[in-house]
């Protein structure tokens, strides 16, 4: 019996869901299929935006930075068992990241998938509880209003949200059956409770000494300019948390006083005088690693505004208020009564000394020249684990996205988030400073970067090995590390490789020689360039 063929002039899935694709803004695709993505993407509209990367945890890493910088979902394809088990790492990341993605997974042909075929995939649950929603439509005429119920999903759950597509559905007829099974436009409008604000603005106004927490939750424009406000009527400290994805208040300001630390015994020294701990746009609190005891003084409160369902309700919080932050924090910064103390200096830059005759460059040496030449519009993607702290330190986050780091702790996600970044704000100067170990994970995106002329400084602290995991082996005092350290591991000439521009840097001079050359053309560079700076490890190390 011969094919059924589509008759002329009749709509397949595939054509309705590339209209709502482009309804939906999600005409920038990326993607490293295989065998069962080819009837979807073969003759890809011309309106459509197609990016490669050569690993699935790169092209997620991508769209996660892509995502982030444009506050808005992006699309990603990936291929069945195999890509999306590749991309599990990178979903989480970008869920704990609060990034949206609707990610659209291949799957073998629908009229022999009871047989499990080759290439068949069990999609369902292979990234665990990391998706804010899963979805294999039952007919192949549900799946544009499964994508566009996923964006929705995604925007509201702020995270991945995934639909799987046998391979056959995209050329099935989409007669004109009725609506699509997902709301064509969803209003999410930010009140605010007036009781709830009032309710909130008495605790302040009552507390003798309140400090005001930060997380990724509150870096917008509008919830840092009301933070700014309310602290400076409270005559508040400000605190970021810990591991943080971003920076939720202007780290230059003179009330910000630092990251908070990861240990509950330091947290509590930390905010020990404090009877009221207002946490905006994070949880209350993240901790690594695990220590015994109450997170602050059992006479103080711990207020918390958040935008997370899932982070407002896994906090030990007094009270807890589920809601834009920027738009809550707006109406409190007018309704406390003002202290009338003025803020102080703006914060003391930190000043490092170049390295003496004979000493080798470390990550300060670094960090302290970036500070000094870096725009402060430049978005700063972090992963550099043994070094974050003193980045934080030397190099303040003054402008929203102006920090990005890894929320879930995985590795694979700076160089790659950095592109998406640059790709989503061709206006703003992108540096990423990374260390070679983690840089090893997602080292394919730099292939990307060369082939979409994608202009990131990446500045790569070569130590040769893992820096971070060897601080923690010394501190647990129970034996040495059992792998070995990599010095021939050499970034630059990997990146050479993969067609994207290096150079190797082992001496002050030459930093200084290829900052000044490069940072003042930052924001127009048109391809990726990677510096692989030779670093001794840091000595302290103190999350």
Known sequence: MPAATTPPGTPTVRDVTFDVLRRLGLTTMFANPGSTEVPFLAGLPDDIEFVLALHEGSVVGIATGWAIAHDRPALVNLHTTAGLGNAVGALATARVNRAPLVVVVGQQDRRHLALEPFLAGRLAGLAGDYPVWVDQPVRAQDVPGSIARAHHEAVTGRGPAIVVVPMDDWAQEMPDTGPLAAATVVRRPAGVDEATVAEVAELLDGARSPVLV???????????????????????????????????????????????????????????????VLVVGGPAFRQYPYEPGPFVDPAARIVQVSQDPAEVHRSPAD????????????????????????????????????????????????????????????????????????????????????????AMGGLGFGMPAAIGVRMARPDRPVVAVLGDGSSMYAVQSLWTAARYGVGVLFVVFANGGYAIMDKLVERQGTGKAPWPSFPEVRLSALATALGCPARRISSHEELLAVLDDVLPRLRELDAPLLLDVDVAPEREFNP
């Open 319 to 406: 009270l807890a208020v589920l809601t834009d932050p920027g738009v809550f924090c707006a109406a409190l910064a007018e309704r406390v009564s003002d202290r009338g103390v003025p803020p102080g200096p703006p914060r003391t830059p930190v000043t490092v000394p170049p390295p003496a005759p004979g000493e080798p460059l470390r990550a300060p040496h670094v960090y302290a020249q970036l500070a000094q030449r870096l725009d402060p519009d430049t978005v700063v993607v972090e992963e550099s684990p043994s070094t974050r702290q003193v980045l934080e330190e030397i190099v303040p986050s003054r402008q929203p996205l102006g920090y990005l780091g890894v």
């Open 214 to 276: 930060v997380g990724a939750g509150a870096d917008t424009a509008t919830t840092r300019a009301a933070l700014v406000q309310l602290a400076e009527r409270l005559a508040a400290p400000v605190r970021q948390e810990a591991f943080g994805a971003r920076a939720g208040f202007p780290q230059d300001h003179p009330q910000y006083q630092g990251l908070l630390p990861a240990g509950r015994e330091r947290l509590r020294r930390v905010l020990a005088g404090h009877d009221l």
